[in-house]
C-alpha cells in the first residue's frame, strides 16, 4: 500500500513540477519557501480508515520529497481538511482550500467519488491527482 501511495505522489509531484518551477510566490498555493497540497478526505466518518490511510500515505511520500530538497527548493506542504465523507462538506472545505490562506497549488488524495462529482467545474483548472 505505502509503495502505491507512493507512486501516486510521485506522479502529482512529477506532473506538477515543471508548474511548480515557473509559478511565481503570487501563484496561488505558492510561497517563496514552499508548495501547498490541499487534500479535502474522509479523516472521521464511514471511509475514515481510508481517508486517513491516504493522508498518512500522503505525508509519508512529501516528507520523502521534502527530504531531497523538495521541487524547485520549495518544500511540500499538505494542508488537509475533513469532510467526514460527506459531500456538502467537501464542497464547502475544497472552497475554502482554495479561497483561504493564499490558496493551493494543487489538490490531492480526495477519498469518494460521490462527494468529488459534487465538486464545482472551477475545480478542474486546478492541477489535481483525484478522479474527476
Do not use: W
Not at 66 to 79: D, T
Amino acid at each position: 500500500m505505502r509503495k502505491h501511495l507512493f507512486l501516486f505522489v510521485a506522479v502529482l509531484v512529477l506532473a506538477t513540477a515543471p508548474a511548480a518551477l515557473r509559478a511565481a510566490p503570487a501563484d496561488a498555493g505558492v510561497k517563496p519557501k514552499e508548495i501547498v497540497i490541499g487534500q479535502c478526505a474522509a479523516l472521521t466518518g464511514p471511509a475514515a480508515g481510508l481517508g486517513t490511510g491516504v493522508q498518512q500515505g500522503l505525508k509519508a511520500a512529501i516528507d520523502e520529497v521534502n527530504e531531497k530538497g523538495g521541487v524547485g527548493g520549495r518544500k511540500i506542504v499538505l494542508k488537509s481538511m475533513d469532510d467526514a465523507y460527506e459531500p456538502e462538506k467537501c464542497v464547502e472545505c475544497t472552497g475554502k482550500l482554495i479561497e483561504e490562506d493564499g490558496g493551493v497549488f494543487a489538490l490531492a488524495g480526495y477519498v469518494g467519488t460521490r462527494a468529488q462529482r459534487r465538486l464545482p467545474s472551477f475545480t478542474r483548472t486546478i492541477p489535481s491527482a483525484r478522479p474527476v
